[in-house]
C-alpha cells in the first residue's frame, strides 16, 4: 500500500469495504473473505497469497451449503408454478438470465401480467433473452441438437415479452453470452438451471438458493447475471 501510495480509505473505496476492515486487515492481521481479498489484491498488484498466505489452505468441505434449499434432478420436475411463486414473491427486483425459457409464458400465460404488477409495486424487472443472431446462441442450437430451433424459441421469447417494453421498471434486453446456467432471480431466492452439453434445459439439473450473507453462491451467479447484462443490449419498444 505505501509502495503505491494507498490510504486505507482509498483502498477500501476501491475493494467496496469499509475502511475499517482495510485497518484490521494491515493492523491486526485479519483475512478478508476470498472474493474480497482477490479484489484487493488486483487492485494493489499483489498476488493474493503473497498477502495472505493463509488462503492458500484448502477449506474444509460442507456435505450442504447453507443457500442451498433443493435440489432438482431436472427442471422438468418443477412445476411450474415454483417459478411464479419464486416472481410474486418479489418486492425488489427480479432477474432473469436466459436463451428463450418460453416454457414460462406456455405454461402460464399471465407472466407478463404478473411481471407488470411486481414493477408496479416498486419491483426492478430484468429479462435478458438470447441473440438469435449470436454465435454463442446458435453453437448451443447444435450442442442441443435442435439445430435452428433455438433461434426461433429466441424469437419467441422476445414477442412473448413484448407488450413488457416501455413499461416504467421492466427492461428487456438481448445477449450474446455463452451461458452456462439459467438464472431466475427474486430479491435474495434463486433458480439455477445448469446447462448440459447435448441437454435441453429441462432435462438438466436445478438448485434453489437462498441467500445467506456476502460471497456465497448466491453472489457468484448474481455478479455472473450482472456481469451478462452489461454486455447485453437494450430492447427499444415500438
Known amino acids: 500500500m505505501a509502495a503505491g501510495g494507498w490510504t486505507h480509505e482509498a483502498l477500501a473505496v476501491s475493494a467496496e469495504v469499509d475502511p475499517k476492515s ?11 473473505r476470498r472474493r474480497t481479498a482477490h479484489r484487493a489484491a488486483e487492485i494493489l498488484g499483489e498476488d493474493v ?11 474444509a468441505a460442507r456435505a450442504v451449503s447453507p443457500e442451498l434449499v433443493a435440489l432438482y434432478d431436472q427442471r422438468a420436475d418443477l412445476p411450474v408454478s415454483v417459478f411464479v411463486d419464486l416472481i410474486a414473491a418479489a418486492r425488489e427486483r427480479i432477474d432473469v438470465l ?9 405454461a402460464y400465460p399471465r407472466l407478463n ?21 449470436s454465435p454463442n446462441v446458435q453453437q448451443r442450437g447444435k450442442e442441443e441438437k435442435f439445430g435452428h430451433g433455438i433461434e426461433s424459441r429466441c424469437r419467441l421469447a ?3 415479452y413484448q407488450p413488457l417494453l416501455g413499461v416504467p421498471g421492466v427492461e ?3 445477449h450474446g453470452t455463452t451461458l452456462y446456467n439459467s438464472l431466475f432471480r427474486a430479491d435474495d431466492q434463486m433458480l439455477v438451471n445448469a ?22 453462491i448466491f453472489d457468484t451467479y448474481a ?16
Not at 436466459?98 to 406456455?106: D, G, K, N, R, T
Not at 448440459?196 to 456465497?216: F, I, K, S, T
Request: aromatic share 10%; with cysteine; proline share 4%.
Open 22 to 32: 482495510v485497518e484490521r486487515w494491515v493492523n491486526l492481521g485479519r483475512v478478508p
Open 49 to 59: 497469497h503473497a498477502l495472505w498466505p493463509a488462503l492458500r489452505q484448502a477449506k
Open 98 to 106: 436466459v436463451y428463450a425459457a418460453v416454457f414460462l409464458h406456455e
Open 113 to 133: 401480467e404478473l411481471l407488470r404488477e411486481r414493477s408496479e409495486a416498486g419491483c426492478t424487472v430484468r429479462i435478458a433473452l438470447g441473440d438469435a443472431d
Open 158 to 160: 422476445l414477442l412473448h
Open 172 to 174: 428487456v434486453r438481448t
Open 195 to 216: 446447462h448440459v452439453w447435448g441437454v435441453n434445459a429441462y432435462g438438466a439439473p436445478v438448485w434453489h438458493l437462498r441467500r445467506n450473507g456476502d460471497g456465497g
Open 223 to 238: 455478479d455472473s447475471f450482472d456481469a451478462a447484462w452489461e454486455t447485453a443490449r437494450p430492447v427499444e419498444g415500438t
